[in-house]
């Protein structure tokens, strides 16, 4: 089982034909995505060959040698063509959000936005677009998702971690691959990076929602990290609807104040956002919080004892 994301789901790549979507649609298939159709209105009708050398825990189970992946001209003609309902966004900021808005319109069912740096008032809009025709958004300025052994949407490390019991949410994409390598011997059942901008589609509550409903998660690890109030609102989500364990960590203890900080969503004001304030808050309703990536592996582990 997976939460989102599922080997039969089916994925488009709007700005496929880009050095990043080209790279990474590269890596998306040789961990077995099925990614049937690429969206460029400029190279509508080419055909895009990958030469595909399988790796990791599917190394076995893709075959390798070249793929041919079609480029269409809309996400609309895209889903027609080829009955995905996902799509993975590798456009630069200032076309992000209309790429996003026409997936939305085009009724996907989950759109991953890769894309670091767009403008906060271009992420409110198509979140709320978005909500109103229900369709998820991941991201934007996030790693992606990966259900180990099954697909991979995005650009995180498909070889870091196998499938197993745990359920991993994230702000941040490197503490994402670390706690995945970490934890690669008990392995994942799904990993979501939602991305650290102020405004996100995906949230934490929204990944404990889905992980409390599948039956084959067993506990939950939750990174967080400064700025915004997110953590403390999935403490309270976790008190009052999440019956499996959970574990924590939460980045920037050592932040200084009014200093933004990796992510756009990573500043402290005053003593609103403060990691410290994020672990009280989580410690008060029985997560555990790790000092360290580490420390939180291990606080992981002794969950599944």
Do not use: W
């Not at 976790?238 to 200084?256: C, L, Q, R």
């Not at 403060?274 to 009280?280: D, M, R, Y």
């Not at 008060?284 to 939180?296: C, D, I, S």
């Amino acid at each position: 089982m997976s939460i989102f994301l599922s080997k039969e789901d089916r994925v488009i790549v709007q700005g496929m034909t880009g050095s990043e979507g080209m790279k990474h649609t590269t890596r998306m298939l040789a961990a077995g995505t099925q990614v049937v159709g690429g969206v460029n209105p400029r190279k509508a009708g080419q055909i895009v060959k990958f030469n595909i050398e399988p790796y990791g825990l599917m190394a076995d189970q893709v075959e390798a040698g070249e793929h041919e992946v079609e480029v269409f001209g809309t996400v609309a003609e895209a889903k027609a063509a080829t009955g995905a309902q996902v799509s993975v966004v590798f456009v630069p900021p200032r076309f992000a959000k209309d790429a996003v808005i026409e997936a939305i319109d085009a009724q996907m069912r989950l759109v991953v936005v890769i894309t670091e740096g767009i403008p906060v008032k271009d992420a409110v809009e198509f979140r709320q677009r978005a909500a109103d025709a229900g369709v998820q958004i991941i991201g934007p300025n996030c790693p992606g998702i990966i259900s180990p052994e099954q697909s991979n949407v995005g650009i995180t490390p498909a070889d870091i971690t196998a499938a197993g019991p745990l359920g991993l949410v994230s702000k941040s994409g490197t503490l994402t691959y670390q706690l995945m390598y970490e934890l690669s011997d008990l392995g994942f059942t799904t990993c979501i990076g939602i991305g650290g901008d102020p405004i996100i589609g995906t949230t934490h509550i929204d990944a404990l929602r889905a992980f409390e409903d599948d039956p084959n998660t067993k506990a939950i690890v939750m990174i967080g990290e400064i700025g915004g109030d997110a953590e403390e609102r999935a403490a309270e989500f976790i008190k009052e609807h999440v019956s499996k364990p959970v574990v924590a960590y939460v980045a920037g203890f050592t932040a200084p104040e009014g200093k933004t900080m990796g992510h756009a969503g990573a500043i402290v004001s005053g003593s609103s956002g403060t990691a410290q304030a994020k672990k009280e808050a989580l410690e008060a309703v029985g997560v555990k919080v790790g000092k360290t990536p580490t420390q939180t592996a291990q606080l992981a582990r002794e969950l599944l004892k």
